[in-house]
């Protein structure tokens, strides 16, 4: 394999922050209506908006469950009207956004309601984006950077407001710049800072009947949201403060949400933490723990969540042997792995990082969490770690910023890598160099 040159990635991940820092800022964040009954709330917040006719974007599932009916009684308390969507999938299929954009243009809605978890919001920003840019067809507006509204404040004006609900609390959708779709099969995706909803409804009672297996999924999602947004190159203090919080009271809730599905604060507490996750890495980035799970997904369909949570203890092993043992250590106090006032020099933070890394793989146990990729064999190893390396750092020469990959503490080589992901596999050997349990 071809040596990699860090001297060029960490050229290149200067001038782009550099770039973002001077020209793009900081990523707008949605207004916040919280609390137990907050989806009660929302035709007052549609109408707050402007809204008088909403598009109501989900799928069979939670249409199933009631909620969706939730949302439509909501907003015909106070008089606005609503059409459902229901029909969205895993992995959005651009057909079906199209679908909805239709149903989008014949009841002439002037706003968007997304119930649900990643796919309703990534498949609800699309049909916006569709409609903020009628003269480009979806699988044009796909790409890195301004790709929807390009800052044009006219297209930008034209996107109907969004009004995101999540249903889990880890995807972070609620706060994001991107979608996903599926085009001519292949993944796709859109980014432009017009997609981030205007408003959040973080409601504890749309996730009280969560499976424990999603619950735990979609928590260490969070989570490692926090982490790699934290430990980014790119971050900085507000960043770094939204970080934080969520790893404190993903460190409090999230064990107590999987243990007692229906204790509300925790509930809350998670919904909040995702939320906070998703601003930092929306405008800081991830790293390593998510380019090599987006390729666990895209080759063995491994749900995304459960990939993370797999991974990320796997990445703080190769961060803390390579000096990333002050940022650790910070994290491993938010967690609650230690108390504040713990002696951080030297010798005693490299171990308070280690047991942060001690604390993820305890929560994944405890959680039932498999820490191995069933579908995995060594054959699968090396396409893996190359296709994992390349997502992780981009493209081009050193002075390339259009693909310039995530902004991690430490870069990798391949063999850094591929022993993360020999790790993984059934009765591997872990990072650390324990036997993985199965």
Not at 305 to 333: K, Q, T
Not at 366 to 374: D, K, N, R, T, Y
């Amino acid at each position: 394999m071809a040596a990699i040159d860090t001297n060029i990635l960490r050229r290149r991940q200067w001038i782009a922050g550099s770039l973002k820092d001077m020209f793009i800022g900081q990523m707008p964040e949605p207004a916040v209506h919280a609390g137990p009954g907050a989806i009660g709330q929302i035709g007052t917040v549609a109408a707050s908006l402007g809204c008088r006719k909403m598009l109501v974007v989900s799928d069979s599932v939670l249409s199933g469950l009631g909620l969706v009916a939730k949302v439509e009684r909501g907003l015909a308390a106070a008089g606005v009207d609503s059409l459902v969507f229901d029909r969205v999938e895993p992995n959005v299929p651009s057909h079906l956004v199209e679908e909805g954009l239709e149903m989008y243009k014949s009841f002439r809605c002037d706003g968007i309601v997304a119930v649900g978890g990643g796919s309703p919001m990534d498949c609800a920003k699309l049909i916006g984006a569709c409609v903020c840019n009628p003269k480009k067809p979806l699988g044009k507006l796909a790409g890195t950077g301004f790709t929807v509204a390009n800052r044009d404040k006219t297209l930008m004006a034209a996107y109907p407001p969004l009004i995101a609900v999540p249903t889990t609390a880890g995807t972070g959708s609620e706060t994001s710049v991107a979608a996903v779709f599926l085009h001519d099969g292949l993944k796709k995706i859109v980014t432009d800072p017009v997609l981030v909803p205007r408003v959040a409804v973080l409601d504890p009672d749309v996730t009280l009947s969560l499976p424990k297996h999603i619950t735990a999924a979609t928590g260490m999602d969070a989570l490692t949201h926090a982490v790699e947004s934290y430990l980014s190159t790119w971050a900085n203090a507000r960043s770094r403060q939204y970080s934080l919080r969520a790893v404190d009271r993903i460190g409090r809730s999230l064990l107590a949400c999987y243990h007692h599905g229906d204790d509300r604060r925790a509930r809350e507490q998670m919904l909040w933490a995702s939320f906070e996750a998703g601003v930092g890495f929306t405008n800081v980035s991830v790293g390593y723990v998510h380019a090599i799970a987006h390729t666990l997904g895209a080759f063995f369909g491994v749900p995304h969540g459960a990939a993370n949570a797999a991974v990320l203890p796997h990445v703080l092993d190769f961060y803390l042997a390579n000096g990333c043992d002050e940022a650790m250590s910070e994290l491993a106090v938010a967690i609650g792995a230690v108390t504040p006032y713990a002696d951080r020099n030297g010798a005693e933070r490299r171990a308070l990082a280690a047991s942060f890394i001690s604390t993820v793989r305890a929560m994944n146990d405890e959680m039932g969490i498999v820490p191995m990729i069933s579908a995995m064999t060594t054959a699968d190893v090396e396409r893996v770690t190359t296709r994992a390396l390349a997502e992780a750092h981009g493209a081009g020469g050193a002075w390339e910023v259009r693909d310039v990959g995530y902004p991690v503490p430490a870069f990798m080589t391949y063999a850094d890598c591929e022993k993360v992901v020999r790790a993984l596999l059934p009765g591997g050997v872990g990072s650390e160099g324990i036997k993985s349990k199965i």
